[in-house]
T-cell receptor
Framework: GQQLNQSPQSMFIQEGEDVSMNCTSSSIFNTWLWYKQDPGEGPVLLIALYKAGELTSNGRLTAQFGITRKDSFLNISASIPSDVGIYFCAGLNYGQNFVFGPGTRLSVLP | DAGVIQSPRHEVTEMGQEVTLRCKPISGHNSLFWYRQTMMRGLELLIYFNNNVPIDDSGMPEDRFSAKMPNASFSTLKIQPSEPRDSAVYFC?????????????FGNGTRLTVT
């Protein structure tokens, strides 16, 4: 079946640093979503991408839909302590269910 | 704007007991999903409903698990009898049918511990 890989699995960064993470698949997707999960909470949608090559921002977050449609990237600029959490990517094709990645766990050191 | 509401937030029970998890989707959302999250397996889709009808239950682990959606505003996931390996966080999510790629909206989950 379809699987998503996320890299890195976890990362520790200093407050103020920029963050980059990615999501890759052996299959193509028509939609990419990025979610963030805070401890003890459910995943919350950050950014949705619907077109290959699309670059979308949401505040300090920027995500891109890869040209090959097999990957997506999420960048966070000037990280702050509340950025701590697990970031999930999800891919979707018509007529199929969402496929979720295993997540990237982000820790921000003050 | 109320999101997806799940109850209880935490459930601790003994092996063999029946467990019922509840979900109220966002009003107007036609599709409802139940996921299970563990450290080992991540987010797993258990079952999803469209217009209150179960569409795909291939992710339900075994016959001990059952789910119902008696109306558009309520769904339950039941485990009977529960086992320690069922311990996980169970999420309900909903989405509108306005487009096939409308994002999922998750509740805050029920953390289940079976001792």
């Amino acid at each position: 079946g379809q699987q998503l890989n996320q890299s890195p699995q976890s990362m520790f960064i200093q407050e103020g640093e920029d963050v980059s993470m990615n999501c890759t698949s052996s299959s193509i997707f028509n939609t990419w979503l990025w979610y963030k999960q805070d401890p003890g909470e459910g995943p919350v949608l950050l950014i949705a991408l619907y077109k290959a090559g699309e670059l979308t921002s949401n505040g300090r977050l920027t995500a891109q839909f890869g040209i090959t449609r097999k990957d997506s990237f999420l960048n966070i600029s000037a990280s702050i302590p509340s950025d701590v959490g697990i970031y999930f990517c999800a891919g979707l094709n018509y007529g199929q269910n969402f496929v979720f990645g295993p997540g990237t766990r982000l820790s921000v050191l003050p | 704007d109320a999101g997806v509401i799940q109850s209880p937030r935490h459930e601790v029970t003994e092996m063999g007991q029946e467990v019922t998890l509840r979900c109220k989707p966002i009003s107007g959302h036609n599709s409802l999903f139940w996921y299970r999250q563990t450290m080992m397996r991540g987010l797993e889709l258990l079952i999803y409903f469209n217009n209150n009808v179960p569409i795909d239950d291939s992710g339900m682990p075994e016959d001990r698990f059952s789910a119902k959606m008696p109306n558009a505003s309520f769904s339950t996931l039941k485990i009977q009898p529960s086992e320690p390996r069922d311990s996980a966080v169970y999420f309900c999510a909903s989405r509108p049918d306005s487009s096939y790629n409308s994002p999922l909206h998750f509740g805050n989950g029920t953390r289940l511990t079976v001792t």
